[in-house]
């Protein structure tokens, strides 16, 4: 049974277990004691929305501020007390947590709270874990209400939420079996994360390789200028809506670092000569000439020959190589390397602060010179182990969403009555 969905007549419950609404096993929102005073510059808890850490639900950086600024305008609450994010997105990303360590046993936070105070016949632990499973999340986005962007989960809908509840002793079975398991479940998450951030960080340890190696500090460099054809794009205006002769037309969002991404490609209306002068040939080298970040100044893409007839924007800079004398593929390489991203961003500094590279800047690049049969013997190595890393990112891809499925797999089962 799911405790989201409607109950089912005659349905069987764990012995012991009942429904009930979460209103009448907790104080929602419950009052500061009267008389609640402090000298003004005493320590106090205080936790603002960010402290609250969303995958692992606790309060992992609390501040500590003067009584004197938090006992006013914020939300009051205590040792134990469950603290649930009311205002979208936080809550839909699970912010939240049980109080705990609060200096005095009591502390402040942001008024996007609600406050859950456990009954005699529940513990905090139960209401806590029961709130952040997905499914409630879900249905509690269906009781929003107030204006886009500022949606809040009204307390009226927790009061009414229907819960399963078992006795104590259950209940803290359960959430010790649950806590434990999140636990490990984390530390897989993390182990795994760390590892596919060690797979993606290898293709730039290859080029290093490469490109820093001693031999490579001995490859005689050309400008880009004296070995390439280099040209601009075509500007992309309102005028160009596709009519009557319109071709497929790169932008800057299209060229990743490495790789064209052709989920999305525009069309555009062109003339005969334009489709002449900017057709893109196989082996076209793509840079993007600026770019908000400096870490995607300068990426690079090589143009496979799909989509067919295709042009590509003013802010896309072509290379085209003799490929009888040098590899695309390469020079690609090269680039994208940190030896080659480094002369970019030098190239592309501006005595404004902008970063942007331009046809001129390009031609004064310079780029290895070696022998096309060493070029391509570098290149196929390079491609075997980038492949080689492909698969490993994959599949370490793959094991974390599939981690990444067990938290919300595990609640389900704990109040299903499975655990």
Known sequence: ???????????????????????????????????????????????????????????????????????????????????????????????????SDLIDSFGFGTTEFHVLRAGSLVIPGWIHKFLRQPKISEEAVEHFSGSVGQQRVPAEYLSNLEILLPPLPEQKRIVGILSDRLTAIDKARTATETQLKAAKALPAAYLRQVFDSPEAQKWKRKKLGDIALISGGIQKTPHRFP????????????????????????????????????????GDLLIVEGNGSVDHIGRNAIYRGEPEDCIHQNHLIRVRLDQTKDDPD???????????????????????????????????????????????KITLEIKERLLTVTKLERSLQSQLNTINQLPAATLRQAFNGEL
Request: include cysteine; charged fraction near 25%; aromatic fraction near 8%.
């Open 1 to 99: 049974m799911n405790v989201v969905e409607k109950r089912q007549v005659g349905e069987k419950l764990p012995k012991g277990w009942k429904w009930v609404k979460l209103g009448e096993i907790c104080e929602i929102n419950p009052t500061r004691p009267r008389g609640l005073s402090r000298d003004d510059d005493s320590q106090t808890t205080f936790v603002p929305m960010p402290s609250v850490d969303a995958r692992l639900g606790k309060i992992t950086s609390p501040e500590i501020r003067p009584f004197s600024e938090v006992r006013k305008g914020y939300t009051y609450f205590e040792e134990n007390d469950v603290l649930f994010a009311k205002i979208s997105p936080c809550m839909e990303n699970g912010k939240h947590s049980i109080a």
């Open 243 to 282: 009519s009557s002769f319109h071709r497929s037309y790169l932008t800057v969002r299209n060229v990743q670092r490495g790789w064209l991404d052709l989920s999305t490609v525009e069309r555009f209306e062109i003339t005969l000569g334009e489709l002449e002068r900017c057709r893109l040939e196989c």
């Open 330 to 376: 390469f020079l690609s390489f090269y680039l994208n390397s940190d030896f080659g991203k480094k002369q970019m961003l030098e190239k592309a500094m501006t005595t404004t602060g902008l970063h942007t590279l331009s046809v001129s800047k390009i031609q004064q690049m310079e780029a290895p010179i070696i022998s096309l049969e060493n070029q391509r």
